[in-house]
């Protein structure tokens, strides 16, 4: 029995939550929270999660990690149910652990890999506390990340994801500032026999026109591309110090799709952000239609201590939950569309253990009984049923 960690928010801590899993190794009376900040209601749940590690787990040792670790570091150090803080810089290094430093282990065999090639954030934008409990950005060399996932290719891995804080700032603090794409190519070139390359949330500002090129025309790199764009408005997007306008997005999506009219298109969209009244919201909610955004991330805007937008002129919370809840309405109906589209045409599925799989463009299939996981087979939808694929 291995030690078990439990992984709050982002990719990229799905990502180093492995990571530490493989540390610990046999450390089996150990269970680790791999917290979140992002909002207020992640530090809840981070709070919940270790109430509930402490009931599950009574005489195992608890720990805790990640953003809330630092960002709310005396609050959470004063949970009775903790018994100690890993600083979120110091978590993957074996001595913050007390375990021996080894050579890497060989990662658990999973269907997908996720692999974080950058972190931490060098922008100030107002609603986030990131910064605070991540560091300013380190990018991982193209060596190190061609190594890192050399391990998970070993393991058969069927599709690589890409993870960070903001992947799309690779590079800059690299010799050379080189791009994204160039990192993109690499890993391309020198694994042939991967399949399926994906990116994490991408500030669309800064990409590359080589990671365009390969977003454009390149059939390995999926087509699933997820903005960070926040609003759909722009003083809004100049409120938050956000550094692409509502056009930037727009442009840069109706470019890609006429290149790849298959790209399906995520985003992060904020509601309720203080200052903005019903106009505001009624270009944040017509965004969803223009973009085609068929993977949204709907957060109510909830105010973090400490981030200048915490100090503007506040939207009622009541408010904020209905523009929230319209958001994810308008998201829903035109994934509905989108998925309806999809019904007759052959998908390249990517097999879960839990019984779905995920196309190229991300959408989510239910696997006929007895498909092994881990596999890439091929399938062709003709229902959707509670917004799965049959």
Request: aromatic share 4%; glycine share 8%; with cysteine.
């Amino acid at each position: 029995m291995s030690a078990e960690v439990v992984s709050l928010g982002c990719r990229l801590n799905i990502s180093e939550s492995e990571r530490i899993r493989e540390m610990l190794g046999a450390e089996s009376e150990v269970v680790v929270i791999n917290s979140c900040a992002v909002t207020s209601e992640a530090v809840r749940n981070t709070r919940q999660a270790i109430r509930r590690a402490r009931r599950d787990r009574p005489d195992a040792r608890l720990l805790v990690t990640g953003c809330a670790a630092d960002i709310e570091r005396d609050a959470i150090a004063a949970m009775p149910e903790v018994d100690g803080l890993i600083a979120n810089t110091q978590k993957l290094d074996p001595r913050a652990w007390n375990v021996p430093a080894q050579p890497e282990p060989v990662p658990a065999q999973r269907t997908r890999a996720f692999v974080a090639v950058q972190n931490g954030c060098d922008h100030a934008c107002t609603f986030c506390i990131i910064p605070q409990g991540r560091g300013p950005s380190r990018s991982l060399t193209i060596p190190q990340v061609l190594q890192e996932i050399e391990r998970h290719m070993a393991q058969n891995v069927a599709e690589v994801v890409l993870t960070g804080v903001d992947v799309t700032s690779w590079g800059h603090d690299l010799d050379g500032t080189p791009p994204l794409g160039e990192m993109m190519q690499a890993i391309l070139g020198e694994f042939p026999e991967l399949g399926r390359l994906r990116m994490s949330s991408l500030d669309g500002i800064e990409i590359d026109p080589l990671l365009f090129e390969l977003f454009a025309g390149e059939p390995r790199l999926m087509p699933h591309l997820h903005l960070s764009l926040q609003h759909g408005h722009d003083m809004i997007l100049k409120r938050m110090k956000r550094r692409h306008s509502r056009a930037d997005a727009v442009t840069l999506v109706q470019q890609l799709r006429t290149r790849r009219p298959e790209l399906a298109i995520g985003a992060d969209l904020i509601a309720g952000f203080p200052t903005e009244d019903d106009a505001m919201h009624a270009a944040n909610l017509d965004i969803i239609a223009e973009l085609g955004i068929v993977h949204g991330h709907i957060f109510p805007y909830s105010p973090r201590p400490g981030t200048p937008a915490e100090r503007m002129p506040q939207v009622d919370r009541r408010i904020v939950k209905e523009r929230a809840a319209q958001l994810r309405a308008e998201v829903a109906r035109v994934r509905d569309d989108w998925l309806g589209s999809l019904i007759g045409t052959d998908l390249s599925v990517l097999t879960e253990r839990d019984g779905s799989g995920y196309s190229q463009s991300y959408a989510r299939v239910a696997l006929p009984e007895g498909t092994p996981a881990g596999s890439v087979v091929t399938m062709r939808p003709n229902r959707i049923e509670k917004g799965l694929l049959l």
